[in-house]
């Protein structure tokens, strides 16, 4: 049960004034909210107001209490017209108003700003103003997995990719896998899910196989609850473009290494001028080999030279520390 001291209070008034109260009622144009994590939400209660509002006779509070939870707390407190915010719960400072303007309508507009998961609960407000009369709101806070990021790594050592999905959403979702056709492949893929700071699940999503290289691959996160989904495409060109940042990091290591290996000032000069032609060529090279082993129906036969492309990528997705083989 609530059990604020001003809600007691207002109990006892309530019996007090029980034949004023039977007038007095108060109403909710809209009994459930549902709002996307973040966004800003108003919940409404209505009281009657006869002509204007003496703003000193009115009070209301506005409690919430999350399922499961005993203790309720105090979202904003109105009282004789004042705000009251002594007693607000920590939870909402900052974030809970009184829409004032439209309490003369008659209107007791709560409105909370970036709503957080923890928001989610039933709401009671209490209003007295010649009498007195409580409604109860319900609100739900949904996280869409919005943004999905993907990765594509070889696995090093064997002919199988790494395919991985990550995003953060409320309820938990689970994770499908599935190529062109809607076939599908989760029956190996391994999902995981942690909880932010925020109340959100970080679900990731990890699928280790051999893809075939003329199709497309989406992972599919559906939310159960909302009955959403939201989905990623990894495209097989993804793998060109894993292929092509190791390339990158490759050359970077490669550069350095040389430097140092060859100290010899004479040697440098000429190593500079190498360099700028050589990377060129290099570029050249490699692009070829990379389409010529692509376009293999066997990825088995990569030299070991693309083999450590693939390691040095895998390498540095680990240090961001994002996936753990
Ligand atoms: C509203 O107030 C007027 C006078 O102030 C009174 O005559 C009338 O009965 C009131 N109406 C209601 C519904 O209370
Ligand atoms: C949400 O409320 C805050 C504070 O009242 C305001 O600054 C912000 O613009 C609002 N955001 C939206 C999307 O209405
Ligand atoms: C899934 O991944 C987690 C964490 O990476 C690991 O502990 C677990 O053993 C894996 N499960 C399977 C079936 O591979
Ligand atoms: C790869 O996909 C293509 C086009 O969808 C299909 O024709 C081919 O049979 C697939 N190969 C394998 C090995 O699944
Ligand atoms: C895979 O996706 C890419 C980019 O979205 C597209 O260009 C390509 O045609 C797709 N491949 C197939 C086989 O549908
Ligand atoms: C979600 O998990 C991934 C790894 O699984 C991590 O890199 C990322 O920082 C996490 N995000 C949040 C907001 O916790």
Redesign the pocket.
């Given at each position: 049960m609530f059990q604020s001291l001003t809600m007691l209070l207002l109990e006892t008034q309530l019996c007090v004034v029980s034949g004023a109260a039977a007038l007095f009622t108060v109403e909710v144009p809209q009994q459930l909210y549902i709002v996307e994590y973040g966004s800003n939400v108003t919940m409404e209660c209505r009281f009657p107001v006869n002509g204007s509002l003496n703003l000193k006779l009115l009070t209301v509070l506005w409690e919430q209490k999350r399922q499961g939870q005993s203790q309720s707390k105090e979202v904003y407190i109105l009282r004789n017209g004042k705000a009251f915010p002594a007693s607000q719960h920590q939870d909402y400072v900052g974030r809970a108003a009184l829409l004032q303007s439209e309490l003369k309508l008659g209107r007791a507009i709560l409105q909370i700003s970036s709503v957080k998961i923890t928001d989610a609960g039933s709401y009671l407000c209490i209003i007295e103003y010649q009498g007195v009369d409580y409604k109860y709101v319900t609100l739900q806070v949904k996280a869409t997995y919005k943004r999905i990021n993907t990765q594509v790594m070889r696995k090093p050592g064997e002919d199988k990719f790494v395919f991985m999905c990550?995003s953060?959403g409320f309820p938990l979702a689970e994770v499908f896998w599935q190529n062109e056709k809607n076939f599908n492949l989760s029956g190996s893929a391994n999902t995981?899910y942690?909880l932010?700071?925020?109340g959100?699940y970080?679900v990731?999503s990890i699928l280790m196989f051999k893809p075939n290289m003329s199709e497309n691959y989406s992972c599919v996160f559906w939310n159960k609850e909302l009955n959403a989904e939201t989905s990623a495409h990894i495209s097989t060109s993804a793998l060109m473009s894993t292929q092509y940042s190791g390339q990158k990091s490759l050359i970077l290591f490669i550069i350095p290494t040389c430097v140092m290996v060859v100290i010899l000032p004479s040697a440098l000069i000429i190593l500079q001028k190498r360099k700028s032609f050589k990377n060129g060529q290099h570029k050249e090279d490699r692009k070829r080999q990379l389409n010529a082993s692509l376009k293999d129906e066997d990825r088995d036969d990569f030299n070991s030279q693309t083999e450590a492309l693939y390691m040095s990528t895998v390498t540095a997705s680990r240090d961001?520390?994002?996936?753990?083989l």
């Open positions: 990550q953060e995981t942690t932010t700071a925020d959100l970080n990731t961001s520390g994002s996936v753990d």
